[in-house]
């Protein structure tokens, strides 16, 4: 079962439109009109949506840390590092995670690429 992915405002164009060229399911936060949402609700627009948010914010990667300790539901997140993780490895990993992902597999877990 495929799974679609959310992405913030970190996530280059280039890494969305090679996804979308891949037949990924993706929707950004510009598109969906949350961008300037704080991050604990954009967490919570992804899971209002069933899809995975990947992101390249630490701070994101905190929220998602908080809510697995508190024990608190959320659909999933795929971090990757901005600087140390190459666009292309980014986008064949989270081709895999798409269309190969059951959505519950990764509701409530903290995902790193590339892996």
């Known amino acids: 079962m495929a ?3 959310y992405t913030d405002v970190h996530i280059s164009s280039a890494v969305i439109t090679s996804l979308r060229l891949r ?3 993706v929707l950004t936060s510009v598109e969906d009109e949350t961008r300037r949402f704080h991050d604990q609700k954009l967490l919570d627009r992804a899971t209002e949506l069933g899809r995975i948010l990947y992101t390249q914010d630490d701070d994101l990667v905190k929220e998602a840390m908080s809510r697995i ?3 608190l539901h959320f659909s999933g997140v795929v971090y990757s590092h901005q600087l140390r993780s190459p666009a292309g490895r980014c986008v064949a990993d989270l081709e895999i995670i798409a269309k190969i992902t059951d959505p519950e597999h990764l509701s409530g ?3 790193y690429i590339p892996y």
Request: zero cysteines.
């Open 23 to 25: 037949g990924v399911d």
């Open 109 to 111: 877990l903290l995902e």
């Open 69 to 71: 300790r508190n024990g």
């Open 3 to 5: 799974v679609g992915l």
